[in-house]
């Protein structure tokens, strides 16, 4: 993968820098560049400020060049956008169906397997998917309205999500995500992601997502209106596009609800107040860490997670208190999966001779045990390093 170092000195390519400042001038060491590095120096203070969105190069880096007339980069004024619109490293494609970001894997964001954590990456999907609608002019409060869903006081929640992750990104890796939206039927919509290696171009993971409409106000469902799906199906592709377009794919089995006595259990969680999300509940990637909290110790030391999926059944607020419970999925309740057969660019299926543990996941209120939520994990012997 590509990876991103730190250098005091050295050639100041900063068009991949996640919060880089683009187009300024590039600060020229005596010393040669690494090789599949980009190097990120203190930028000069200079005006006027001017973004640049570049092709990418022969070696895989964006260029930094301004002005160039090689036909690499595009000048964007600096007057064009919030600074923040300016400085983010994604941009709609050119049909503007879909939307592309480039992210650098923090220290903070991987665990102890010296990688991204699956919490890591959910993050990532949600910040490219809020950064997608606000390219299109959507409301900028972070709910993704249409102007009639404002009117009515309607939001999205997540209803239903599945990740796989085919290979996990390390500190300082840079992996691209693209994000795209569909509707789903009369109820609601879906969005869809490809994670990849930026360095390589290779699949690392896909997921998808449904999301239904609420009242904010009432916070019960409600149908998506014609009126309302007028406002967003134009920015969806013309022809339905999936990240799992495989026949009886994992993202379409069903949970089957666990049931007492589980394997293995967690009491007590609580939400903190870093946990709800502008819609004042339970931040849906929160539910992940839950989950992964009743996992035996065993398949943490020795395992690593393959895929998640997590049916959305109920809000948790605040001032509930949580039970994790998981159990191993019995093996006749397993439905058989198809082999990934590639498409998208993902990888052919992997360890075809050995049975990967699957467990089955439930959340549930600790006082009166209302279900939250109920989850899908399948896991993979980890890598040798």
């Known amino acids: 993968m590509l990876k991103v170092s730190c250098h005091s000195s050295g050639d100041q390519i900063q068009a991949l820098a996640q919060c880089s400042f683009q187009g300024r001038p590039i600060a020229r060491s005596a010393f040669p560049p690494r090789r599949n590095t980009v190097s990120l120096c203190r930028p000069l203070r200079m005006a006027p400020v001017l973004a640049i969105a570049s092709d990418r190069s022969a070696t895989g880096i964006e260029s930094g060049v301004v002005g160039s007339d090689v036909g690499v980069g595009r000048v964007v004024p600096s007057d064009s956008g919030g600074m923040a619109e300016r400085l983010r490293l994604g941009s709609l494609a050119e049909d503007g169906l879909s939307f592309k970001e480039k992210f650098i894997v923090r220290c903070y964001e991987v665990g102890i397997n010296k990688t ?3 919490e890591t990456i959910a993050n990532l999907l949600q910040e490219v998917g809020c950064n997608h609608v606000q390219s299109l002019g959507f409301s900028t409060d972070g709910f993704a309205t249409t ?14 999500m599945h990740i796989e992750i085919y290979k996990y990104p390390a500190w300082s890796d840079v992996v691209e995500i693209e994000t795209w939206c569909g509707t789903d039927g009369r109820i609601g919509t879906r969005r869809d992601w490809i994670i990849r290696d930026y360095a390589t171009d290779q699949v690392i993971g896909r997921a998808t997502s449904k999301w239904v409409m609420m009242n904010h106000d009432t916070r019960r469902l409600q ?20 990240a799992f377009p495989e026949k009886n794919n994992s993202s379409l089995r ?6 007492d006595p589980a394997h293995y259990l967690k009491v007590g969680l609580v939400p903190r107040r870093a946990d709800l999300d502008m ?14 909290e009743s996992m035996p110790q065993e398949i943490i030391d ?17 001032s509930d208190i949580v039970d994790s419970l998981t159990s191993v999925e019995p093996v006749d309740e397993a439905e058989a999966v198809s082999k990934l057969q590639g498409t998208n660019g993902s990888p052919a299926a992997t360890e075809e001779d050995e049975d990967l543990p699957q467990f089955l996941h439930l959340l549930r209120r600790s006082g009166d045990g209302v279900e939250i939520n109920r989850g899908r994990t399948e896991w993979r012997k980890k890598p040798t390093r």
């Open 147 to 160: 102007t009639t869903m404002r009117k009515l006081h309607l939001i999205w929640v997540t209803s239903r």
């Open 254 to 259: 069903k949970i089957s609800k666990l049931e």
């Open 279 to 292: 819609n004042h509940h339970v931040n849906n990637v929160t539910y992940i860490g839950w989950v992964l």
């Open 116 to 118: 991204a954590t699956v």
């Open 302 to 318: 020795n395992y690593e997670l393959q895929s998640i999926t997590l049916d959305y059944r109920r809000e948790c607020q605040q």
């Open 223 to 242: 149908k998506v209106s014609d009126e309302v799906r007028d406002e967003y199906v134009v920015y969806c592709p013309r022809v339905p596009r999936l």
